[in-house]
């Protein structure tokens, strides 16, 4: 049985970024890219009107207000999307829309807010310095810039970005394919007979969204029952993909097989039982350098497992810099006991309260009971050497999703 932190540094030195493809701009959200992206041009290209209202020189409108307007002779309207041929001499404006590019001459906007029209002209109640309402050339990203870099994860505002500067493909990390097996005799998929003592397989979809909740592809594999042929004859159609997951049979009973059989498949075990509750029967090794996890039966170990360990995993291959939850320390409001020497993760729910986070436990934390996991937005962390948590004092919290 080995720590937390060793177990993890052992399943990431094994877990290596995948290859690249190219994908169309929204098919790349959420994705992490694979190449830096430059920009070809400025944007904007041209200086260009900030709002609609009127181009003109600020000198002739420096006097204007309310009570005393200056009248300009309008030469032209410019709509965005053209460049006018125009120039702009003393006492007179061009009609500009938001975008259009500044005429020659022109270096101010003043905003149709503060202006009268008048046949061809126009009256300007406010003046405006030069430069006002002008977006100018580059102000965004100058041609040369960097806008994207390598690893970074493609929002809807990256999507954007790519699109502002020609790119309809980009390189992203492929997503790993990931396996998942589920065994037992006592396991029926969700529409099957239950027939009275039979379980519904709810590992293999709980692990299927955790696969697909990082980004990651899940490939289900079904159900094995507790006979070594029909594990082995399920595992060698998952050693095909890039990262295989097993559920259960992976303790010291009599009919878990897995281990067994992951060996005979060539399994080079790496390490079994990691000091954690829940979660402690977890094995990791490798067939033909790919990753394989032997994760605990138990839906909560099952869960946890995957959180502390395939999912940074996953999200590694996937080309990711940030591959851990965010961590806060919050005041825990009752108090919990524990074993020495193993590092506990009790379900929590995490809220804010007087300027500070709190958490509180989610009730009974069996490793079975599911529902423990389904109230909870965080995991409270407490070390190996600790015993106690006391009422009132700080922990950390290792947080599961975005509600905060």
Same mark, same amino acid.
């Given at each position: 049985?080995?720590?937390?932190?060793?177990?993890? =540094?052992?399943?990431? #030195?094994?877990?290596?970024?995948?290859?690249?493809?190219? @994908?169309?701009? !929204?098919?790349?959200? $959420? /994705? *992490?890219?694979?190449?830096?992206?430059?920009?070809?041009?400025?944007?904007?290209?041209?200086?260009?009107?900030?709002?609609?209202?009127?181009?003109?020189?600020?000198?002739?409108?420096?006097?204007?207000?309310?009570?005393?307007?200056?009248?300009?002779?309008?030469?032209?309207?410019?709509?965005?999307?053209?460049?006018?041929?125009?120039?702009?001499?003393?006492?007179?404006?061009?009609?500009?829309?938001?975008?259009?590019?500044?005429?020659?001459?022109?270096?101010?906007?003043?905003?149709?807010?503060?202006?009268?029209?008048?046949?061809?002209?126009?009256?300007?109640?406010?003046?405006?310095?030069?430069?006002?309402?002008?977006?100018?050339?580059?102000?965004?990203?100058?041609?040369? =810039?960097?806008?994207? #870099?390598?690893?970074?994860?493609?929002?809807?505002?990256? @999507?954007?970005? !790519?699109?502002?500067? $020609? /790119? *309809?493909?980009?390189?992203?990390?492929?997503?790993?394919?990931?396996?998942?097996?589920?065994?037992?005799?006592?396991?029926?998929?969700?529409?099957?007979?239950?027939?009275?003592?039979?379980?519904?397989?709810?590992?293999?979809?709980?692990?299927?969204?955790?696969?697909?909740?990082?980004?990651?592809?899940?490939?289900?594999?079904?159900?094995?029952?507790?006979?070594?042929?029909?594990?082995?004859?399920?595992?060698?159609?998952?050693?095909?993909?890039?990262?295989?997951?097993?559920?259960?049979?992976?303790?010291?009973?009599?009919?878990?097989?897995?281990?067994?059989?992951?060996?005979?498949?060539?399994?080079?075990?790496?390490?079994?039982?990691?000091?954690?509750?829940?979660?402690?029967?977890?094995?990791?090794?490798?067939?033909?350098?790919?990753?394989?996890?032997?994760?605990?039966?138990?839906?909560?170990?099952?869960?946890?497992?995957?959180?502390?360990?395939?999912?940074?995993?996953?999200?590694?291959?996937?080309?990711?810099?940030?591959?851990?939850?965010?961590?806060?320390?919050?005041?825990?409001?009752?108090?919990?006991?524990?074993?020495?020497?193993?590092?506990?993760?009790?379900?929590?729910?995490?809220?804010?309260?007087?300027?500070?986070?709190?958490?509180?436990?989610?009730?009974?934390?069996?490793?079975?009971?599911?529902?423990?996991?389904?109230?909870?937005?965080?995991?409270?962390?407490?070390?190996?050497?600790?015993?106690?948590?006391?009422?009132?004092?700080?922990?950390?919290?290792?947080?599961?999703?975005?509600?905060?």
């Amino acid at each position: 049985m080995i720590p937390v932190d060793e177990a993890l =540094d052992k399943i990431l #030195s094994h877990a290596q970024p995948l290859g690249f493809e190219k @994908v169309s701009i !929204l098919d790349a959200l $959420g /994705r *992490s890219i694979a190449e830096d992206i430059f920009a070809k041009r400025n944007i904007p290209p041209l200086d260009n009107s900030a709002m609609d209202g009127y181009a003109l020189k600020s000198e002739d409108v420096r006097q204007a207000s309310q009570d005393h307007p200056v009248r300009l002779v309008v030469i032209e309207d410019l709509p965005a999307g053209f460049i006018s041929t125009k120039t702009v001499e003393r006492g007179k404006a061009i009609r500009i829309m938001t975008g259009a590019p500044i005429p020659k001459g022109a270096d101010t906007v003043v905003p149709v807010e503060v202006t009268k029209k008048e046949d061809r002209l126009v009256l300007i109640f406010k003046g405006t310095g030069i430069g006002e309402n002008i977006r100018k050339s580059g102000e965004d990203v100058k041609q040369g =810039d960097r806008v994207i #870099s390598k690893g970074d994860i493609v929002r809807p505002a990256e @999507v954007g970005m !790519l699109a502002s500067v $020609g /790119r *309809s493909f980009v390189s992203v990390y492929q997503r790993p394919l990931v396996a998942i097996l589920c065994t037992g005799d006592e396991l029926v998929d969700v529409d099957g007979d239950l027939d009275g003592v039979k379980i519904i397989s709810s590992n293999s979809y709980t692990l299927g969204a955790q696969v697909k909740d990082c980004g990651a592809i899940p490939l289900q594999l079904g159900i094995a029952k507790d006979r070594k042929e029909e594990i082995e004859e399920k595992l060698r159609q998952g050693i095909r993909t890039d990262v295989l997951i097993s559920s259960a049979g992976v303790s010291v009973g009599d009919y878990d097989f897995v281990k067994d059989v992951m060996k005979q498949l060539g399994m080079e075990m790496v390490f079994w039982k990691v000091a954690m509750r829940p979660g402690q029967p977890l094995a990791f090794g490798t067939i033909g350098g790919k990753p394989v996890f032997g994760l605990p039966g138990n839906p909560v170990s099952s869960m946890v497992s995957f959180e502390e360990f395939v999912r940074p995993s996953l999200l590694k291959m996937m080309g990711c810099r940030h591959i851990f939850r965010p961590i806060v320390e919050a005041i825990i409001k009752e108090e919990i006991k524990k074993m020495a020497g193993r590092r506990y993760f009790v379900r929590g729910f995490v809220s804010f309260e007087k300027n500070q986070y709190v958490v509180t436990t989610t009730g009974e934390q069996g490793s079975g009971i599911l529902r423990s996991m389904v109230r909870a937005n965080g995991l409270i962390v407490i070390p190996e050497d600790q015993e106690i948590v006391r009422a009132g004092e700080k922990v950390k919290v290792q947080l599961l999703d975005n509600t905060l």
